[in-house]
């Protein structure tokens, strides 16, 4: 397994939510391809979500619409955030900390 904490993330979850259809959302087609590997060895059920077939509009409707989102990816992380979806952030960057955990990131300084 490449990644220990993203495993052991994806094993809580499902433990807290046996019968949700799960749904995997690569930042990177290709580089994530080895990870979704692993996951789907917890998740057997584990579809694949192609972004790069769809427009950005239906990607941000497909994780507004997220009944849960786990992500290390940030731009995924301020969609999850913005639109109010339950999210366990994977910390790999600083500015995960910064701009998520610690909520320093305020939406209203958007031009």
């Known amino acids: ?3 220990k904490e ?3 993330t994806c094993r809580q979850i499902v433990k807290s939510y046996p019968n949700a259809v799960y749904i995997y959302f690569p930042a990177a087609i290709g580089s994530d ?3 979704f590997g692993d996951v789907k060895k917890i998740i ?3 579809k694949f979500y192609n972004r790069t077939e ?3 509009l239906e990607n941000i409707s497909f994780l507004k619409n997220a009944k849960f989102v786990l992500a290390a990816r940030l731009h995924v992380l301020l969609v999850a955030q ?3 979806v339950p999210f366990n952030a994977v910390i790999y960057q600083e500015k995960i900390k910064k ?3 610690d909520k320093t990131f305020n939406y209203s300084e958007l031009p």
């Open 1 to 3: 397994m490449r990644n």
């Open 6 to 8: 993203v495993v052991d």
């Open 44 to 46: 057997p059920g584990l």
């Open 33 to 35: 391809d080895l990870l």
């Open 82 to 84: 913005y639109f109010d």
């Open 54 to 56: 769809k427009g950005l």
């Open 99 to 101: 701009i998520i955990l």
